[in-house]
């Protein structure tokens, strides 16, 4: 199943200089994010990506171009250099398709314009680039291909550090809870579509804040909630909580190594500067709650809100 990355953001809130990199190849250890995500859904077997480019984009090509897989692979040096045996490859199988969609394009023009590329595929899957997880993606393609669904997102409880105030006329405060503690989710940026998905996405619009809302009206888009490791690298601030994560040895998304499988499903969150992950726009559907699946490992909750 091809993957759609979304790379061509401008991600100013990351960027501490001019001469920054794009956001998607801000490193987490050795590798650029945009890596450790495509790790993750070649675990799954899905290697054939579509890397939606635009500011940065060169930068992008020639970290592929020149890729080295000493880099994370263990390996076996003889004749002082002159020949080296990988035991072990990470990129081998992949195929990628790099597209340049632009600089200020909307998420959703960016889909449309590597659509040529999607022709024959009824689905597809589709990521932000910057954000984390341990999700079953396995068991969440499982489960929208048993559906009749065109759009799922991959809900997340709120990352957010900040408090709701209630207050009465009077002005006077009467309660403060942790946005955490309300029924509230947020979009997590993993999404499984259909084709039809360009029936309802136009020239220019957003596919989560213009085409989610219709499908949700029309009883077409789901939600696969996640309670398990899930973590955004929007700002200098998530992208040290990342690192700090790695160099300690704990890495609950890189579900392709042994270290990761004992943290699977334990319900690990990583708090965040704010909570905002990919829902800045503001944007808020109420989202169908997923039917019932058979033992398909993700659990389902009552219906919630859920900000897109």
């Given amino acids: 199943m091809k993957v759609v990355i979304f790379c061509g953001g401008l991600g100013l809130r990351m960027r501490s200089g001019v001469d920054s990199a794009p956001k998607p190849m801000m490193t987490i250890g050795d590798r650029p994010v945009l890596w450790h995500v495509m790790r993750y859904y070649a675990h799954f077997g899905h290697t054939e990506f579509i890397l939606c480019l635009g500011f940065g984009g060169a930068a992008v090509k020639e970290y592929f171009l020149r890729y ?6 263990d390996f076996v040096m003889t004749k002082g250099g002159q020949q080296i045996e990988l035991l072990d490859s990470d990129i081998s199988e992949w195929k990628i398709t790099f597209v340049d969609t632009g600089i200020d394009t909307s998420i959703g023009e960016r889909l449309r314009r590597v659509r040529p590329y999607l022709e024959d595929d009824d689905v597809f899957l589709a990521n932000y680039g910057d954000v984390l997880t341990d999700a079953p993606m396995d068991k969440i393609v499982d489960q929208v291909l048993a559906s009749d669904v065109t759009a799922s997102l991959l809900a997340v409880p ?3 550090s900040f408090h709701i105030v209630e207050f009465g006329n009077d002005a006077r405060i009467n309660g403060l809870r942790s946005v955490t503690e309300l029924p509230l989710w947020i979009n997590g940026g993993y999404f499984v579509l259909r084709k039809e998905v360009f029936d309802v996405l136009h020239p220019g619009e957003d596919l989560v804040g213009d085409a989610f809302p219709r499908l949700a009206a029309m009883n077409k888009l789901q939600a696969i909630p ?3 490791f899930w973590a955004p690298m929007d700002t200098l601030k998530e992208r040290s909580q990342l690192e ?8 609950p998304w890189a579900v392709w190594t042994r270290e990761a499988s004992n943290h699977q499903g334990n319900g690990f969150h990583m708090s965040a500067q704010n909570g905002n992950g990919h829902s800045a726009n503001g944007h808020s559907a109420s989202v169908p709650a997923a039917p019932p699946a058979a033992d398909n490992g993700v659990e389902l909750p009552a219906p919630a809100v859920v900000a897109i």
């Fill in 68 to 73: 080295e897989e000493t880099h994370s692979n």
């Fill in 158 to 160: 709120p990352q957010a």
């Fill in 226 to 228: 996640h309670h398990g």
């Fill in 244 to 251: 700090e994560l790695y160099r300690s040895g704990t890495k």
